[in-house]
């Protein structure tokens, strides 16, 4: 990790070491004293990483990244809301052990600085045993589901892709007045917004803790994103097809005659 | 905040009140939230009715409107109208369709009729306590126009523009003006003479100080809006930067070049109409069997529609053959002669009368074009005899529509303008709007918007210059406010509504909240587009915000239980 | 056990299928009175959030009307409408609401039998499905 940071002339290093026993993310700055690095605990890096951003200045950072946290910070950058100029990626190949802890499809950064990469399945069980379901018996499982959700914005807050502010299921306008559980709605809606970013790192389900299986619904929801459009998030380049015209032109910038 | 809505249910004579029961809705609406008043009237748009409506507004301090009676889109001015001479935004203004929408389409189950006509009245009355009067924006206008196109119609609208005094740039790619006239020596069915419409035209354009005529240049850039374009001409190897209050498009249609079909490109003596033309104008005909096709490429599969000049230029180089040689024999194989009009049908007789034949053919029995020898054989299967004949010839003409040209998806894209399945310009309302585009301060003359006759260019043409010079003489343009609106406080500035705008609206800045999305208000043509491309509500089109019609829905599910019961 | 009468929402846009609505009233065609119009400007604009939201508080079916594509007034506005309903309507079949219940089609101002067509096959679709069962289900 040293050797890519010294590599990589970043001002600053983003990564993970023991803190007070735990293992917390730290922002380190050249010459500080490491302390005892740690890749061991998947945390979100794109997501703190564009929480530090703005305090940054010119300076650039060296991100130790999962390839979650890559294809994080791939769509944060495509939509201008991070810099890939000023970030380094320091790529971290996930272990077997996390990939299936996170169901993982796509373990594997485009270049790899720490470990190597393995395997991964691209079916999912828990998506496979859902889909397996009769539209009754889905209604009837999402129904539960989604009444053991307490409104506490775990899965938002946890999210490297979700960026607004303030969200729009914090208000009345789609979802009822009445709170708690917040409706059938609500992470529907956070499925449609996610529906062209979503890079599966699984957060919102290890934040959730009412156990809502939302990874599951990623998945599935991104299944139909490619079967529909044939995109999938998470590169730093092709524009999201929701808001591209049909023959994928958006109007900016897009001078291609047919 | 409270809100005093007035809700107003018209009969429209029996046209509601025999399907609905108007009593009863007016009863219901009686009790939905922040209604004061309901009424009804026999019809609400007639003079009596407004009055009644503006006095109930005043009496009962109303300070929001629905009125439930026809569509919005023939009498919502009217409504708005009225509330304005009362005082009230005429954006707090809700109009309910309960005729179009309800009782003509449900005659026989006044019943449910009734019932429906209740929920739709609550969806208004739920949206119209939510609504915000809005301020018309007012933008200055650039004195100035743009024509794109120097052919007739274009010509026709510079000439136009110029003596009423307008400032105009003509930008023409090619490096002469007339376009597809340069070809033509007399225009039919009245032999006006091509080149001399031309050149006064031309003599117009240049006797003008306010005139420039850019030749051999094309328009590379377009940006702004209605009142205040700027364009980038691009010509010579020079880039110039112009302003324009308006844009006129007249990038005219080209005659299709049938290649392969009947021998063109491939037999000697097998021409299109428009080379028929120049051959006319030199004097130097030399055939005297003269084969005419008609509907070459057009009214089949792929290309369906007529051409419409192509007849009536048949008829006029027929009889003009006969002028320069009176024993020609002249023969238009046709699938129908369409010369509507009363000089047009004379022409038609004349050449009938002149000896020219005329053999009617049928799209699944074609013409067959070979060649024997020196000569030119046409086999047509003649629907009248019923039978096939050859027709020897020395010049076989085919009459091709005018398609657009190539670079017209160029030129779409270029003005943010629809073209129609055939790339032809395609303009806001065919009837009520035929020379403009639905892109404010852009307008389409001529036959880039769909083939037309000479005669049709110049009235094009001056109608465009017509509209084109409201704006700019009246030195003003009104914004309607329905535009996208940014709540910078909540913009994530995620850029979604910026790639979205079919307009190129919205563009993200920096803010006192940090960068944000901020919509050009003259550019927003209020589509909305960008509001269901955001995440948080950010943006919000008025009149129509996410808050109102959710709160729509709220009323739909709300009304259908109190309705049902 | 009552007649089941769906409850349907459908968002037409001004300057197409708002038309051919009007068209269809104009000439008389005569239709199942389920069908409840929100005008919008174009049905580019209708969020998803509206449709999750009415399936989600038990409406029956929704249906959003455009312009064809190629004749949008905003050109190429419902073309996005044209990718985002779908996608929406395949959302909501993965919790177990049937895909049919949304609708996208397009409706010109010149159509009003295909308004009429519309509707009454849409009513018709509805009603084989049976009532959205979120319209028992409290949360």
Known sequence: MRIAFEEMKAD?????????????????????????????VPYQMANILLRVVPYLGSDKIAVVARRCDEKAIAEMSKRGLLDSGKISLIGLACDAEQVSECRCSDPCPSKVHIGECVKASPTDKVVEDLLAKSISERLEFWTAQFRKCNKCFGCTSNCPVCFCDECLLEEKTFTPEKGIPPGFAFHLIRSIHLADKCVE???CERACPADIPLLALRKMVNRDVKELFGFVSGDGETTSPLLTTLDGDSMEGDNDVC | MTVRIGVFICHCGHNIASTVDVEDVVEYAKGLPGVVYSGRNLYSCSQEGLTSIKESIKNNELDRVVVAACTPRTHEPVFRRACEQVGINKYLFEFVNIREHCSWIHTKEKEEATKKAKKLVAMGVAKVALLEPQEEGESDVVPKAVVIGAGLSGLSAAAALLNQGIETHIVEKEATVGGILRDIAVIGPDDVDAQELIRSLTETVEKSPKAHLHLSSKVTELKGFIGNFELTIEGGGKEETVQAGAVIVATGGVEHRPEGEYGFGELKGVIT????????????????????????????PGREYCSRVCCNASLKNAVRVLDTDPDASVTIVHRDIMSCGTVAEELYREASDRGVRFVRYGLDQRPEVSSEGEQLV????????????????????????????????????????????????????????????????????????????ARECIWQGQAAAAKASIPIS????????????????????????VISCPYDA???????????????????????????????????????????????????????????? | MTEFKPDILAFCCNWCSYAGADLAGVN??????????????????????????????GIDGVLVLGCHIGDCHYMTGNHRTAKRIPL?????????????????????????????????????????????PLREVRF
């Open chain 2, 474 to 497: 009246e030195g003003k343009v009104v914004i309607e406010a329905i535009t996208a609106v940014v709540d910078p406080e909540k913009c994530a500035a995620c850029g979604n509504c």
């Open chain 2, 378 to 453: 046409v086999e047509v299967f003649d629907e009248t005899l019923d039978e096939k004949i050859d027709l020897e010839s020395d010049l076989v003409v085919l009459a091709t529509p005018i398609v657009s040209p190539g670079d017209s998806s160029e030129t779409s894209k270029l003005l943010k303008v629809p073209r129609d399945k055939h790339g032809f310009f395609l303009e806001a309302h065919v009837k009520l709007r035929p020379v403009e585009f639905a892109t404010d301060g852009v307008f389409v003359c001529g036959s880039a918007r769909w083939p037309v006759s």
């Open chain 3, 88 to 132: 929406t309507a395949k959302v909501l079949e993965k919790v177990g609401i049937d895909s049919r219940r949304v609708k996208l089609d397009w409706v010109s101002a010149a159509e009003g039998d295909k308004f009429q067509q519309v509707i009454t096959e849409f009513v018709e679709e509805i009603k084989g499905l049976g009532p959205n």
């Open chain 2, 273 to 300: 109409q428009l080379e028929l033309e120049k051959i006319l104008g030199s004097g130097e005909l030399g055939a005297r069997r003269i084969v005419i096709i008609n509907c070459v490429g057009s009214r089949q």
């Open chain 1, 201 to 203: 790192c699984g957060e």
């Open chain 1, 12 to 40: 600053r290093l983003l990564t993970a070491r023991t803190e007070h026993g735990n293992v917390a993310p730290v922002l380190l700055a050249r010459g500080d004293e490491p302390g005892e690095l740690r890749t061991d």
């Open chain 3, 28 to 57: 008389r065609l005569q239709m199942p009175t389920n069908v409840n119009v929100v005008r919008v400007m174009c049905s580019a604009s209708v969020k998803p959030e509206y449709v999750i939201k009415a399936l989600s508080q």
């Open chain 2, 506 to 565: 919205i563009e993200i800045v920096d803010t006192e909240s940090g960068r944000a999305a901020r919509v050009s208000e003259a550019q927003c043509k209020g589509c909305g587009t960008c509001v269901a491309a955001c995440h948080n509500d950010a943006i919000q089109q008025k009149g129509f915000s996410s808050r109102q019609l959710g709160a729509m829905i709220d009323a739909l599910i709300r009304a259908t239980a109190e309705v049902s019961r």
